[in-house]
């Protein structure tokens, strides 16, 4: 006789998620951080492990599914936004997971990322951003600095960067996020968020690359600078930060600056108010834009809207009407229907 298991001993921790293969990141690599956090996230979702499903392009931050103890795919570079739809869209109860890199996904499958945000899956993309080329020992890459001297670049890059977060914006995502591998805190309950979205969440994960370009986010995250140069985003509060919370964003027309309360007469009142629900995309960009030095950089959820149908509900929809009006499909008939002709 079967006796029913208590639902507290069914119950997954983190452990239930880390697989048995050692994890070949250099020591002190942000990566690990991550992984952590998400280790930490999986059980508290209250979804059933095998339900779970990790998918990488190539890159340090794409060794992830190995070291997860979950159904994984460590695909070809650049392409994991294409598998990673593919699998949501023929099984829509998994719960899909994307890691990706700067290069890997900005450079290599920039194109490909596009298209999976743009279509809205239910997929949560993780975009390790350390900004070079760790795998292959330290080329710059589509996120690094102008003036950024690597391997490939010994007299400094002369391209502009680009923005991860506005790149997810001006490809209409419905959720856009900012953590960081020094919190994690942070990470846990941005994870958490993403996940509760219904749609694509993309999310922007500051990581230390310690070998190739160790620091690069010091200036920002570092203790010593994170209460000056960093802007914690909190739904319907105004946009303070500072050690002595006492500096906001304000804007001037259409610019953002940085004002200090209590001087000139400026209280809370004249602040942003945080809003990451409207529809109107000119607020998140303007955070997106929000750089180090001139400006703290925003950590948090910069934009989530509801409502907007997901490629599979859409993609399974719109087969069922298809089954209702024709019946099953056949493919021979396809193939050899009226538009297909003989090359003589
Ligand atoms: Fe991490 Fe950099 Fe080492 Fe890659 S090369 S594992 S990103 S520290």
């Known amino acids: 006789m ?3 298991v208590p639902e507290e001993e069914n119950a997954l921790n983190k452990k239930d998620f880390v697989a048995p293969n050692d994890v070949r990141w250099c020591p002190g690599c942000g990566d690990y951080a991550i992984l952590n956090a998400i280790q930490r996230t999986f059980p508290e979702l209250g979804v059933p492990k095998e339900k779970f499903v990790v998918i990488s392009g190539i890159g340090c931050s794409s060794r992830f599914p190995y070291y997860m103890n979950t159904y994984g795919f460590h695909t070809i570079h650049g392409r994991a936004p294409t598998v990673a739809t593919g699998v949501k869209v023929a099984n829509p109860e998994l719960s899909v997971w994307m890691v990706t890199g700067d290069g890997d996904g900005l450079s290599i499958g920039g194109n490909h990322l596009l298209h999976l945000i743009r279509r809205n899956p239910d997929v949560n993309v993780l975009l390790f951003n350390n900004r070079i080329y760790g795998l292959t020992k330290g080329q710059y890459s589509p996120t690094s600095e102008v003036g950024k001297k690597t391997k490939s670049t010994p007299v400094g890059s002369v391209d502009y960067p680009v923005n991860p977060l506005l790149f997810a914006l001006g490809s209409e995502s419905t959720f856009v996020a900012r953590t960081s591998d020094t919190d994690m805190k942070h990470m846990v309950e941005t994870f958490k968020a993403a996940h509760a979205h219904k749609g694509t969440s993309f999310i922007e994960i500051f990581q230390n690359c310690v070998i190739y370009n160790n620091k690069t ?9 994170k209460a000056e140069q960093s802007l914690f985003l909190e739904e319907g509060e105004p946009l303070v930060f500072g050690a002595e919370r006492n500096k906001g964003i ?11 309360l209590g001087e000139n007469g400026v209280n809370e009142s004249d602040l942003l108010i945080h809003n990451s629900k409207t529809s109107n995309p000119a607020y998140p960009a303007l955070l997106s834009q929000l750089n180090y030095p001139a400006f703290p950089t925003p950590f948090g959820i910069f934009r989530q809207l509801e409502g907007r149908e997901t ?5 399974t929809q719109q087969l069922e009407v298809s089954h209702s009006k024709q019946g099953e499909g056949d493919l021979q008939a396809l193939l050899t229907g009226s538009d297909s002709w003989v090359v003589e």
């Open 217 to 225: 986010w010091e200036p920002v995250t570092g203790r010593e600078s």
């Open 2 to 4: 079967k006796t029913a």
């Open 250 to 260: 304000r804007v001037n027309g259409f610019d953002p600056e940085v004002v200090t």
């Open 311 to 315: 490629y599979e509900d859409a993609v």
